[in-house]
């Protein structure tokens, strides 16, 4: 009988589940809730970008998701397995590349090909070779990393996560640093690579338009403790333009509870 | 082009300027030798053997004494960044050895091990190992976490993670430190050879010395631009191969 429970409840086992997660970090006089009770259901290949002010706790919870960190209560099942460590089926990009700077391109694509088992040198090369391809780098093959500008760095930095073919990304505010028009460039080759490649992605950013541009669904974070306060679908048609007037219709509807949700005071985020 | 015309004018002029003193005889010529007699000298030593086998006692003990600094010197700097307790320990007996000049252990050199070779590579061995101990330490803390924490996603492991994300990324520190030992090894090898002699082989410091004894000023100075050329050999050949790769990797400056 409780199998039978069981079976009903459970449809498809999710991509990824929070459950409860709390964290603090202490220092030495003063202790930071960084999450409280926080719970996210995250659908094979949707797209979910996480948005709030500073110190929300959102790239701590990506840090979690990726299991860099521990969270100190709850857990995150990744594919009905709780995550313990990082994995290569979870691959991370951060806002700066973390390209590393004493290997040329190509072999920064190939550190984390090399790390999987099973493929032939020819093999990696080729795979290397397709993902530069398919972020537009196929001349920068050999170059070097300080050669490149902040947008082509992180296209590197995205062919060297998605190189060893990983079945979820995690996004921590990686086009931040980078000039308006290299990131709507990015917003459209992200959006075909997601819908080519069929990932998962989960997406931090303080950006709200970028938010609504890029994901399926957009979770807002409320700060001082880290919580979810709502979720919107956003039902827009791909590819999006960020300059669309429906993308703003939805942009300036959740910048409005972002700002309801703000103790004053704290309105130091960005629109 | 240009350039190394006025370098060669340039040392044109200053050895016809030394010519000339020498001419007006201002100072006795015991004092000043000419510069064509230092040229004298060094062909000679070079034709006689003594000036090679002099470079070669004194290249081998350096080599070899700089060699094992550095085998010792890397692990060990990697572990006091790596570990609390090394740094507490040793890394605090590197922070004090690395102040004491590297001449300072020719006395003890000598007390333990007698006029040897052993002394002698020991001071090279002292002069090396604190600063690559201490420049790796430096550079391994330097390492931006995030280098680490994206190999960690990718796969990698503790010790695949130390091998190669934190050593490579630390390498502009440690070529500067590996400089840095160099520079004290070459400096304390030499004042040891001049101040001690060594009778399995006499180097370029013991040559050094007998020209003054000898008070053959054309030695002295001969010895000295062979000391100097070296120095320069040795930073052309050791070292710029690596800094050629840190400035193409990372676009550094060179020194």
Aim: hydrophobic content about 50%; aromatic content about 10%.
């Amino acid at each position: 009988m409780m199998a039978i429970q069981d079976e009903l409840r459970n449809v498809a086992p999710e991509k990824l589940v929070v459950d409860g997660v709390s964290k603090w970090f202490r220092m030495r006089r003063v202790s930071v809730h960084a999450l409280d009770n926080v719970s996210l259901h995250i659908r094979e290949g949707e797209f979910v970008c996480l948005v709030g002010p500073s110190g929300c706790g959102k790239s701590t919870l990506l840090n979690i998701i990726a299991g860099l960190e521990k969270p100190d209560r709850g857990q995150v099942m990744a594919d009905g397995k709780p995550v313990t460590g990082p994995g290569r089926e979870r691959m991370m990009m951060f806002q700066e590349s973390a390209l590393f700077p004493w290997l040329n391109v190509m072999d920064n694509v190939l550190f984390g090909l090399k790390l999987k088992p099973n493929l032939t040198r020819h093999e990696r090369v080729e795979v290397a070779r397709y993902y530069l391809k398919l972020v537009g780098l196929s001349k920068f093959v050999h170059a070097n990393v300080h050669e490149l500008s902040g947008g082509m760095k992180q296209r590197v930095a995205l062919a060297r996560c998605l190189a060893p073919n990983p079945r979820v990304l995690l996004m921590d505010e990686p086009f931040g640093a980078l000039d308006a028009i290299t990131r709507e460039q990015l917003y459209g080759d992200i959006q075909e690579i997601w819908k080519q490649r069929r990932k998962t992605i989960v997406f931090v950013t303080h950006n709200v338009r970028e938010a609504v541009c890029l994901g399926d669904r957009v979770v807002l974070f409320s700060p001082h403790p880290g919580r979810i306060q709502e979720k919107f679908e956003i039902g827009l048609p791909r590819p999006r333009d960020i300059n669309s007037v429906d993308l703003a219709k939805y942009s300036t509807e959740i910048t409005r509870a972002l700002k309801r949700h703000l103790k004053p005071g704290l309105m130091e985020v960005a629109e | 082009m240009r350039r190394l015309l006025v370098v060669i004018l340039f040392f044109v002029l200053l050895l016809g300027a030394w010519e000339w003193i020498v001419r007006m005889k201002i100072w006795s010529p015991v004092l000043v030798p000419s510069p064509v007699s230092v040229y004298h000298y060094i062909v000679g030593a070079i034709q006689d053997g003594t000036l090679i086998r002099a470079t070669w006692v004194t290249m081998r003990r350096l080599l070899i004494g700089y060699a094992l600094g550095l085998v010792f010197g890397l692990p060990l700097g990697l572990l006091t960044a790596r570990f609390k307790f090394c740094e507490d320990t040793l890394g605090v007996i590197a922070l004090g050895f690395q102040t004491l000049p590297s001449v300072c252990w020719v006395p003890l050199a000598l007390l333990w091990f007698g006029q040897t070779e052993a002394a002698m590579l020991f001071v090279v061995i002292m002069g090396t190992l604190w600063s690559v101990i201490i420049a790796t330490d430096n550079g391994v803390r330097t390492v931006p976490p995030i280098y680490a924490r994206a190999a960690r996603t990718m796969g990698s492991k503790r010790l695949h993670t130390w091998v190669k994300v934190i050593v490579p990324a630390s390498l502009p520190f440690i070529v500067s430190g590996m400089k840095q030992g160099w520079a004290f090894a070459w400096r304390s090898l030499m004042a040891a050879e001049i101040y001690v002699t060594i009778l399995t082989g006499f180097g370029l410091g013991s040559l050094l010395n007998y020209g003054r004894e000898l008070q053959a000023m054309d030695q002295v100075i001969g010895i000295m631009l062979v000391i100097i050329v070296i120095g320069l050999l040795a930073d052309k050949i050791l070292f710029s191969p690596w800094e050629r790769f840190l400035y193409r990797r990372w676009g550094t400056e060179k020194s």
